[in-house]
T-cell receptor, first 113, second 110 residues
Framework: NAGVMQNPRHLVRRRGQEARLRCSPMKGHSHVYWYRQLPEEGLKFMVYLQKENIIDESGMPKERFSAEFPKEGPSILRIQQVVRGDSAAYFC???????????FGQGTRLTVV | KNEVEQSPQNLTAQEGEFITINCSYSVGISALHWLQQHPGGGIVSLFMLSSGKKKHGRLIATINIQEKHSSLHITASHPRDSAVYICAAKTQGGSEKLVFGKGMKLTVNP
């Protein structure tokens, strides 16, 4: 069991480009949470997905951000037309069901230049 | 006021000292996580607890549900314990998302 895998670990994008962040859950985990850590700030919830469904997206910015968790393959957090303020560390956490321990990935550090 | 508050925000200790990190929360929780993050690194879950006390090696976590307070203790601290320690409340019902404290930066000097 390789644990929660996020890639890429580091991503540099120019303003206006798209960023795609991937999260492969631990085997057997069907619940995925995405969190964002802005520089010098704490982690904040973005979105919660189960296979093929967005359950709670109350923390997602209304524009440019989207997330999916298809039946096959990793969960994807997509940021369109990135701006400097999107520079942050993005973490996913996965678990096998509600009320169980969450396991975090290593994070993707996005830098917008 | 943040829903999850940690104190102190920074702590410098000498190797061997006993360390306590505090966390208070105001939301209803199903559980509380203690997390560790090294600079530029990933996040490791140290404990998830919903009552009482848990121990793993030199780490002990306690929670008082009535007082909405949790503590993380490190015994015989070591420089490799230097990291940011984050308290996160798993919210009750719905998505059970985590609400995080701002973290406490611990530096243990040799």
């Amino acid at each position: 069991n390789a644990g929660v895998m996020q890639n890429p670990r580091h991503l540099v994008r120019r303003r206006g480009q798209e960023a795609r962040l991937r999260c492969s859950p631990m085997k057997g985990h069907s619940h995925v949470y995405w969190y964002r850590q802005l520089p010098e700030e704490g982690l904040k919830f973005m979105v919660y997905l189960q296979k093929e469904n967005i359950i709670d997206e109350s923390g997602m910015p209304k524009e440019r951000f989207s997330a999916e968790f298809p039946k096959e393959g990793p969960s994807i957090l997509r940021i369109q037309q990135v701006v400097r303020g999107d520079s942050a560390a993005y973490f996913c956490a996965t678990q096998d069901q509600l009320n169980t321990e969450a396991f975090f990935g290593q994070g993707t550090r996005l830098t917008v230049v | 006021k943040n829903e999850v508050e940690q104190s102190p925000q920074n702590l410098t200790a000498q190797e061997g000292e006993f360390i306590t990190i505090n966390c208070s929360y105001s939301v209803g929780i199903s559980a509380l996580h203690w997390l560790q993050q090294h600079p530029g690194g990933g996040i490791v879950s140290l404990f998830m607890l919903s009552s009482g006390k848990k121990k793993h090696g030199r780490l002990i976590a306690t929670i008082n549900i009535q007082e909405k307070h949790s503590s993380l203790h490190i015994t015989a601290s070591h420089p490799r314990d230097s990291a940011v320690y984050i308290c996160a409340a798993k919210t009750q019902g719905g998505s059970e998302k985590l609400v995080f404290g701002k973290g406490m930066k611990l530096t243990v000097n040799p």
